[in-house]
């Protein structure tokens, strides 16, 4: 049954790095384990079968992980060595070994140790290097950012840029900021995900506005987009189901619209058909559909703009799937 408020997940105080998939999630703990958990029939839990797990379960023994992203039914992470491992369905070859066998553990992907964040998105993978180049891998439509529709099985190199600095990848779009604050995007743009204020797909990166303050961004299962600046103010745009742009409306929305008039946002999230953010206060927040209790608000109320979930004020880091919420908190 669903619940429509925060619930603890195990009793360990230790977690580190969160990460929500479409039916499951992966973290890390502050020793550098890696813990899964949900939906399990391609392996996406890590643990080498494809049965369900409905807690935290331990992917292998390594305590050297770094950081985790899941998507709609595979999951990568970083070791702190800099060695990048993927696993779960492998179709398109969004795991990145070159193949599309379906791995139920961990697999090395190639052999560089210069991996500094991955993204996992619904048909493809994303990841930068620590000197700043961009690599995808997968399939669908443009989300690769190679200026091709071409499945990959393998990493390629998006560009000739070393300025890159995080990347999200969404359900067939993908987002990635720069060194010098600028936001790009690229991949499917129907509902105008992308936002460059058109509903063309675009196949390469495309900047959004002409803006150099974007501080973090986050592409959404479900075609749409938010981003943080340095001031503090949240942006958001695409698809507007159920009120997941969080700007008081319905309305699709193909370039940013700021949400609220806060500059205290510090982290969001954007899952299926809803979004949630913290604030420096420590504050967590939550829009969109709630049809699962998603928001976290105690109700199963469809939410327009930012809702308060509940009253404490130590939210660090929260994850958002389809039709769950998870986060950290204290």
Known sequence: MAVPF???AGGSTKWDDIAAGDEHTCATRTSGALWCWGFNRYGQVGDGTTTDRHSPTRVGNST????????YDHACATRKSGALWCWGNNDGGKVGDGTTTERHSPKRIGGSTSWAEVAAGFFHTCAVRTSGALWCWGKRAGGLGDGT??????PVRIGGSTSWVSVPAGGSHTCATRKSGALW???????GQVGDGTTTDRYSPVQVGGSTSWASVA????????ATRKSGSLWC?????????????TIERHSPVRVGNSTHWSEVDTGWDHTCATRSGGTLWCWGDNDDGELGDGTYTERHSPKKVG??????EVATGDGYTAALNG
């Open 149 to 154: 529709t071409t499945a990959r099985y393998s």
């Open 185 to 191: 995007c690229w991949g499917d743009n129907d509902s």
């Open 219 to 226: 592409a959404g299962q479900f075609r749409h987009t938010c």
């Open 6 to 8: 925060p619930n603890t």
């Open 64 to 71: 050297s992980w770094r950081g985790v992203s899941t998507g």
């Open 237 to 249: 745009w695409g698809d507007n189901e159920d009120g997941k742009v969080g700007d008081g409306t």
């Open 311 to 316: 009253s404490s004020t130590l939210w660090n």
